[in-house]
Protein backbone atom coordinates (compact mmCIF):
# COMPACT_ATOMS: atom_id res chain seq x y z
CA UNK A 1 0.00 0.00 0.00
CA UNK A 2 1.26 3.69 -0.86
CA UNK A 3 2.64 5.49 2.24
CA UNK A 4 0.35 8.55 3.25
CA UNK A 5 2.52 11.78 3.42
CA UNK A 6 1.44 14.38 5.76
CA UNK A 7 2.91 17.69 7.19
CA UNK A 8 2.69 16.83 10.34
CA UNK A 9 1.90 13.57 11.92
CA UNK A 10 0.44 13.37 15.54
CA UNK A 11 0.70 9.94 17.65
CA UNK A 12 -1.83 10.00 19.98
CA UNK A 13 -5.41 11.18 20.44
CA UNK A 14 -5.84 12.43 24.02
CA UNK A 15 -6.00 15.87 25.18
CA UNK A 16 -2.11 17.37 24.22
CA UNK A 17 -2.40 15.12 20.65
CA UNK A 18 -5.89 16.61 19.67
CA UNK A 19 -4.92 20.70 21.39
CA UNK A 20 -1.95 19.97 19.32
CA UNK A 21 -3.66 19.16 15.88
CA UNK A 22 -6.54 22.18 16.79
CA UNK A 23 -3.68 24.71 17.00
CA UNK A 24 -2.23 23.53 13.98
CA UNK A 25 -5.05 24.09 12.26
CA UNK A 26 -5.47 27.19 13.72
CA UNK A 27 -2.20 28.35 12.78
CA UNK A 28 -2.69 26.96 8.92
CA UNK A 29 -1.26 24.02 8.74
CA UNK A 30 -4.29 21.78 7.76
CA UNK A 31 -2.01 19.01 6.11
CA UNK A 32 -1.67 16.47 9.59
CA UNK A 33 -3.57 13.81 10.79
CA UNK A 34 -3.41 11.92 14.12
CA UNK A 35 -3.10 8.20 14.97
CA UNK A 36 -4.41 6.41 17.87
CA UNK A 37 -3.44 3.19 18.68
CA UNK A 38 -7.15 2.60 20.48
CA UNK A 39 -10.76 2.37 19.34
CA UNK A 40 -11.92 5.32 21.07
CA UNK A 41 -11.30 7.59 24.03
CA UNK A 42 -10.80 5.55 27.39
CA UNK A 43 -13.83 4.86 29.46
CA UNK A 44 -11.59 4.54 32.82
CA UNK A 45 -10.79 8.06 33.29
CA UNK A 46 -12.02 9.39 36.19
CA UNK A 47 -12.81 12.85 37.74
CA UNK A 48 -10.09 15.93 36.89
CA UNK A 49 -10.08 19.68 37.94
CA UNK A 50 -9.38 22.31 35.53
CA UNK A 51 -8.44 25.93 36.60
CA UNK A 52 -9.83 29.76 36.23
CA UNK A 53 -6.95 29.79 33.54
CA UNK A 54 -7.62 27.02 31.49
CA UNK A 55 -10.69 29.32 29.74
CA UNK A 56 -7.55 31.14 28.06
CA UNK A 57 -6.40 28.07 26.41
CA UNK A 58 -9.76 27.10 24.95
CA UNK A 59 -10.57 30.22 23.77
CA UNK A 60 -7.15 30.16 21.93
CA UNK A 61 -8.21 27.07 20.10
CA UNK A 62 -12.05 27.85 19.63
CA UNK A 63 -13.20 25.65 22.32
CA UNK A 64 -14.81 27.86 24.88
CA UNK A 65 -18.63 27.40 24.02
CA UNK A 66 -18.01 24.51 23.09
CA UNK A 67 -16.82 23.46 26.57
CA UNK A 68 -19.26 25.58 28.48
CA UNK A 69 -22.13 23.65 26.83
CA UNK A 70 -21.04 20.55 27.18
CA UNK A 71 -22.12 19.86 30.74
CA UNK A 72 -19.23 20.18 33.25
CA UNK A 73 -19.53 20.97 36.78
CA UNK A 74 -18.24 24.31 38.01
CA UNK A 75 -15.66 24.26 40.71
CA UNK A 76 -15.08 27.14 43.24
CA UNK A 77 -12.14 26.27 44.68
CA UNK A 78 -10.38 24.13 47.09
CA UNK A 79 -9.97 23.33 50.81
CA UNK A 80 -7.29 20.88 51.93
CA UNK A 81 -5.47 19.82 55.58
CA UNK A 82 -2.32 19.25 54.69
CA UNK A 83 0.40 19.87 57.44
CA UNK A 84 -2.38 19.83 60.01
CA UNK A 85 -5.49 18.08 60.75
CA UNK A 86 -7.82 21.09 59.85
CA UNK A 87 -9.14 21.70 56.68
CA UNK A 88 -7.95 25.54 54.98
CA UNK A 89 -9.51 27.12 52.23
CA UNK A 90 -9.24 28.25 48.69
CA UNK A 91 -11.92 29.73 46.74
CA UNK A 92 -11.92 31.37 42.59
CA UNK A 93 -14.41 33.88 43.97
CA UNK A 94 -11.48 37.08 43.58
CA UNK A 95 -10.01 34.82 40.30
CA UNK A 96 -10.51 37.06 37.11
CA UNK A 97 -10.95 34.19 34.86
CA UNK A 98 -13.78 32.97 36.96
CA UNK A 99 -14.71 29.25 38.38
CA UNK A 100 -12.38 26.28 37.94
CA UNK A 101 -14.35 22.73 36.23
CA UNK A 102 -14.76 19.06 37.71
CA UNK A 103 -14.68 17.62 34.44
CA UNK A 104 -16.36 14.51 32.87
CA UNK A 105 -13.25 13.12 31.38
CA UNK A 106 -14.41 10.89 28.58
CA UNK A 107 -16.71 13.72 27.68
CA UNK A 108 -13.91 16.37 27.17
CA UNK A 109 -12.43 13.92 25.60
CA UNK A 110 -14.79 13.32 22.65
CA UNK A 111 -15.34 16.80 22.58
CA UNK A 112 -11.88 17.41 21.35
CA UNK A 113 -12.15 14.15 19.00
CA UNK A 114 -15.41 15.92 17.83
CA UNK A 115 -14.03 19.34 17.25
CA UNK A 116 -11.26 17.82 15.40
CA UNK A 117 -13.35 15.93 12.90
CA UNK A 118 -15.46 18.95 12.41
CA UNK A 119 -12.35 20.74 11.85
CA UNK A 120 -11.24 18.16 8.57
CA UNK A 121 -8.84 17.14 10.42
CA UNK A 122 -8.31 13.11 9.80
CA UNK A 123 -7.93 11.00 12.80
CA UNK A 124 -7.18 6.97 12.02
CA UNK A 125 -7.84 4.70 15.27
CA UNK A 126 -6.15 1.67 16.13
CA UNK A 127 -3.28 2.24 14.72
CA UNK A 128 -0.26 1.78 17.48
CA UNK A 129 3.33 2.50 16.47
CA UNK A 130 5.73 -0.37 15.33
CA UNK A 131 8.66 1.27 13.60
CA UNK A 132 10.58 4.83 12.92
CA UNK A 133 12.90 5.11 10.55
CA UNK A 134 14.93 8.81 9.79
CA UNK A 135 14.44 10.52 6.39
CA UNK A 136 16.98 12.76 4.82
CA UNK A 137 17.29 16.12 6.47
CA UNK A 138 13.69 17.89 6.18
CA UNK A 139 11.95 15.25 5.24
CA UNK A 140 11.57 13.91 8.09
CA UNK A 141 9.64 10.20 9.42
CA UNK A 142 8.55 7.04 8.32
CA UNK A 143 5.94 5.65 10.19
CA UNK A 144 4.99 2.09 10.13
CA UNK A 145 1.89 1.00 12.12
CA UNK A 146 0.09 -1.88 13.31
CA UNK A 147 -3.11 -1.41 12.42
CA UNK A 148 -6.36 -3.68 12.64
CA UNK A 149 -5.88 -4.76 8.33
CA UNK A 150 -2.65 -4.95 8.65
CA UNK A 151 0.36 -2.90 8.18
CA UNK A 152 -0.18 0.59 7.55
CA UNK A 153 2.97 3.21 6.60
CA UNK A 154 2.98 7.42 6.97
CA UNK A 155 5.96 9.52 6.15
CA UNK A 156 5.36 12.77 8.08
CA UNK A 157 8.11 16.23 7.80
CA UNK A 158 7.25 16.63 11.42
CA UNK A 159 6.36 14.26 14.44
CA UNK A 160 4.33 15.10 17.55
CA UNK A 161 4.88 12.38 20.14
CA UNK A 162 1.47 12.62 22.50
CA UNK A 163 1.62 8.73 23.46
CA UNK A 164 1.06 9.74 27.10
CA UNK A 165 3.68 8.53 29.64
CA UNK A 166 5.23 5.45 27.59
CA UNK A 167 6.83 7.90 24.95
CA UNK A 168 6.66 5.76 22.17
CA UNK A 169 8.30 7.69 19.58
CA UNK A 170 10.38 9.57 21.71
CA UNK A 171 11.99 6.09 22.95
CA UNK A 172 12.15 4.74 19.59
CA UNK A 173 14.61 8.07 18.53
CA UNK A 174 16.82 7.55 21.68
CA UNK A 175 15.27 10.41 24.55
CA UNK A 176 15.08 8.55 27.35
CA UNK A 177 13.68 10.17 30.74
CA UNK A 178 14.54 11.58 34.30
CA UNK A 179 12.66 9.99 36.73
CA UNK A 180 12.19 11.88 40.15
CA UNK A 181 9.61 9.82 41.63
CA UNK A 182 6.99 7.59 41.70
CA UNK A 183 3.73 7.36 42.82
CA UNK A 184 -0.05 5.03 43.08
CA UNK A 185 -2.61 6.87 42.38
CA UNK A 186 -5.96 4.87 42.90
CA UNK A 187 -8.92 5.91 42.17
CA UNK A 188 -12.48 4.81 41.80
CA UNK A 189 -15.88 7.11 41.10
CA UNK A 190 -18.94 6.59 43.73
CA UNK A 191 -22.69 7.40 42.80
CA UNK A 192 -24.23 9.25 45.15
CA UNK A 193 -27.86 10.42 46.20
CA UNK A 194 -28.79 14.15 45.44
CA UNK A 195 -27.34 16.55 47.86
CA UNK A 196 -24.57 13.71 49.62
CA UNK A 197 -22.27 15.71 48.68
CA UNK A 198 -22.78 19.15 48.02
CA UNK A 199 -19.46 20.86 47.95
CA UNK A 200 -18.52 22.56 44.68
CA UNK A 201 -14.67 22.08 46.50
CA UNK A 202 -12.28 20.04 45.92
CA UNK A 203 -10.96 18.51 48.74
CA UNK A 204 -7.47 17.15 49.70
CA UNK A 205 -6.08 15.75 52.94
CA UNK A 206 -3.04 13.83 53.92
CA UNK A 207 -3.13 10.74 56.23
CA UNK A 208 -0.02 8.98 57.34
CA UNK A 209 0.31 6.93 54.24
CA UNK A 210 -0.33 9.25 51.79
CA UNK A 211 -3.02 11.49 50.57
CA UNK A 212 -6.34 11.75 49.58
CA UNK A 213 -8.58 13.97 46.74
CA UNK A 214 -12.21 14.25 46.49
CA UNK A 215 -14.29 16.33 43.69
CA UNK A 216 -17.46 16.13 42.43
CA UNK A 217 -18.29 15.60 39.29
CA UNK A 218 -21.17 15.80 36.55
CA UNK A 219 -24.04 13.01 37.08
CA UNK A 220 -24.24 13.03 41.01
CA UNK A 221 -20.76 11.28 41.45
CA UNK A 222 -17.88 11.46 43.54
CA UNK A 223 -14.11 10.78 42.20
CA UNK A 224 -11.84 9.80 44.88
CA UNK A 225 -8.39 9.07 44.86
CA UNK A 226 -5.60 8.14 47.02
CA UNK A 227 -2.12 8.87 46.24
CA UNK A 228 0.61 6.42 47.94
CA UNK A 229 4.13 4.52 47.87
CA UNK A 230 4.12 1.30 45.53
CA UNK A 231 5.62 -0.54 48.83
CA UNK A 232 2.89 0.64 50.78
CA UNK A 233 0.04 -0.16 48.17
CA UNK A 234 1.23 -3.37 47.76
CA UNK A 235 2.13 -3.92 52.27
CA UNK A 236 -1.66 -2.92 52.92
CA UNK A 237 -3.32 -4.30 49.74
CA UNK A 238 -4.59 -0.53 48.70
CA UNK A 239 -5.60 -1.91 45.06
CA UNK A 240 -8.76 -4.07 46.60
CA UNK A 241 -11.75 -2.44 47.68
CA UNK A 242 -11.50 -3.67 50.49
CA UNK A 243 -8.04 -2.15 51.29
CA UNK A 244 -8.93 1.30 49.96
CA UNK A 245 -12.87 1.59 51.83
CA UNK A 246 -10.52 0.86 55.10
CA UNK A 247 -8.16 3.77 54.42
CA UNK A 248 -10.77 6.49 53.09
CA UNK A 249 -13.07 5.31 56.42
CA UNK A 250 -9.47 5.77 58.43
CA UNK A 251 -9.68 9.83 57.10
CA UNK A 252 -10.33 12.87 59.27
CA UNK A 253 -12.93 14.57 56.21
CA UNK A 254 -13.56 12.91 53.57
CA UNK A 255 -14.49 9.38 55.31
CA UNK A 256 -16.70 11.40 57.68
CA UNK A 257 -18.75 13.49 55.32
CA UNK A 258 -19.58 9.76 52.95
CA UNK A 259 -20.17 7.58 56.69
CA UNK A 260 -23.55 7.74 56.57
CA UNK A 261 -24.13 7.69 52.56
CA UNK A 262 -24.76 3.90 50.71
CA UNK A 263 -21.39 4.53 48.37
CA UNK A 264 -22.31 3.16 44.56
CA UNK A 265 -18.50 1.94 44.07
CA UNK A 266 -16.94 2.31 40.48
CA UNK A 267 -14.30 0.11 39.37
CA UNK A 268 -10.85 0.72 41.03
CA UNK A 269 -8.23 1.97 38.92
CA UNK A 270 -4.83 1.97 39.61
CA UNK A 271 -1.74 4.37 37.85
CA UNK A 272 1.44 4.26 38.52
CA UNK A 273 2.44 8.05 38.31
CA UNK A 274 5.75 8.31 37.73
CA UNK A 275 6.96 12.35 38.16
CA UNK A 276 9.10 12.56 35.58
CA UNK A 277 10.70 14.56 32.23
CA UNK A 278 12.15 13.18 28.83
CA UNK A 279 15.82 14.35 29.15
CA UNK A 280 15.13 16.16 25.30
CA UNK A 281 11.67 16.99 24.57
CA UNK A 282 12.13 17.35 20.91
CA UNK A 283 14.39 17.41 18.18
CA UNK A 284 15.13 17.63 14.71
CA UNK A 285 11.67 17.03 13.16
CA UNK A 286 9.51 16.06 16.18
CA UNK A 287 8.60 17.18 19.40
CA UNK A 288 6.83 15.66 22.73
CA UNK A 289 3.74 16.84 23.88
CA UNK A 290 1.94 16.01 27.63
CA UNK A 291 2.98 13.20 29.22
CA UNK A 292 4.75 11.82 26.90
CA UNK A 293 7.37 15.48 27.44
CA UNK A 294 6.83 15.52 31.08
CA UNK A 295 4.51 13.59 34.28
CA UNK A 296 3.74 16.15 36.65
CA UNK A 297 2.56 14.86 40.34
CA UNK A 298 -1.45 14.85 40.69
CA UNK A 299 -0.68 16.93 43.54
CA UNK A 300 -1.13 19.83 41.69
CA UNK A 301 -4.00 19.22 39.10
CA UNK A 302 -2.32 20.73 36.06
CA UNK A 303 -2.13 17.53 34.08
CA UNK A 304 -4.90 18.65 31.42
CA UNK A 305 -4.13 21.92 31.58
CA UNK A 306 -0.25 21.53 30.51
CA UNK A 307 -1.14 19.36 28.13
CA UNK A 308 -3.34 21.75 26.43
CA UNK A 309 -0.85 24.60 26.92
CA UNK A 310 2.28 21.72 25.62
CA UNK A 311 0.35 21.47 22.57
CA UNK A 312 -0.21 25.30 21.65
CA UNK A 313 3.51 26.04 22.38
CA UNK A 314 4.42 22.65 20.46
CA UNK A 315 2.08 23.71 17.59
CA UNK A 316 3.61 27.21 17.38
CA UNK A 317 7.62 25.92 17.34
CA UNK A 318 6.00 23.36 14.31
CA UNK A 319 4.32 26.47 12.21
CA UNK A 320 7.86 28.48 12.76
CA UNK A 321 9.62 24.96 11.59
CA UNK A 322 7.37 24.47 8.40
CA UNK A 323 6.39 28.03 6.98
CA UNK A 324 9.03 29.90 8.32
CA UNK A 325 12.15 27.72 7.98
CA UNK A 326 12.70 28.82 11.88
CA UNK A 327 14.02 26.72 14.06
CA UNK A 328 12.23 26.92 17.79
CA UNK A 329 13.06 23.87 19.47
CA UNK A 330 15.42 25.03 22.19
CA UNK A 331 12.49 27.41 23.46
CA UNK A 332 10.21 24.82 23.61
CA UNK A 333 12.77 22.76 25.30
CA UNK A 334 13.69 25.65 27.82
CA UNK A 335 9.68 25.87 28.60
CA UNK A 336 9.70 22.20 29.23
CA UNK A 337 12.13 22.57 31.44
CA UNK A 338 11.38 25.54 33.51
CA UNK A 339 7.60 24.23 33.97
CA UNK A 340 9.06 21.13 35.39
CA UNK A 341 11.35 22.76 37.81
CA UNK A 342 9.14 24.95 38.64
CA UNK A 343 6.84 21.71 39.52
CA UNK A 344 9.35 19.65 41.56
CA UNK A 345 10.22 22.97 43.69
CA UNK A 346 6.74 23.75 44.34
CA UNK A 347 5.65 19.94 44.84
CA UNK A 348 8.95 19.98 47.25
CA UNK A 349 7.60 22.60 49.11
CA UNK A 350 4.31 21.13 49.47
CA UNK A 351 5.26 17.89 50.58
CA UNK A 352 8.11 19.43 53.03
CA UNK A 353 4.94 20.84 55.20
CA UNK A 354 3.73 17.86 56.38
CA UNK A 355 5.29 16.71 59.61
CA UNK A 356 2.55 14.95 60.95
CA UNK A 357 4.28 11.05 61.00
CA UNK A 358 7.90 11.50 61.08
CA UNK A 359 7.59 8.12 60.68
CA UNK A 360 5.86 7.13 57.86
CA UNK A 361 7.24 5.93 54.41
CA UNK A 362 5.22 7.84 52.57
CA UNK A 363 6.83 11.45 53.78
CA UNK A 364 10.08 10.29 54.57
CA UNK A 365 10.33 8.79 51.35
CA UNK A 366 8.93 12.06 49.56
CA UNK A 367 11.44 14.36 51.59
CA UNK A 368 14.46 12.13 51.40
CA UNK A 369 14.34 12.13 47.61
CA UNK A 370 17.00 13.02 45.36
CA UNK A 371 15.09 15.80 43.21
CA UNK A 372 18.38 15.45 40.77
CA UNK A 373 16.14 12.61 39.15
CA UNK A 374 17.49 8.86 37.36
CA UNK A 375 17.59 8.53 34.20
CA UNK A 376 15.36 5.51 32.88
CA UNK A 377 14.64 3.78 29.85
CA UNK A 378 10.85 5.40 29.37
Known amino acids: MKPEAFDVAILGAGVAGCATALALHAAGIDDIALFDAGASVRSDWVGESLPPDVSGLLKALDLWDLFQADGHEPCLGSCAAWGGPDLGYNDFLSNMSGCGWHI????????????VAARGIPLRTCHRLAGVEALAL???????????????????????????????????????????????????????????????????????DGWWYAAAIPGNRL??????????SRKRRLDRPGGWLKSLAA?????????????GLGPLVVRAVPVSARERPCGAGWTAVGDAAAIFDPLGSEGLYKAIEDGIRAAEAIHASLRHHED???????????NTQDHLALRQHFYALERQWPESLFWTNRLSKDWGGSRVAN
Open 251 to 263: TRHIGPRLADTPL
Open 223 to 232: SLAFATDPKI
Open 138 to 208: EEGFQLRFSAENGERIAIARHVVDATGPRGAFARSVGSPSVRYDLLVFLTATVALADGAWPSRLTMTETVE
Open 104 to 115: HRPRFDRLLRRT
Open 328 to 338: RSDDYARRIAA
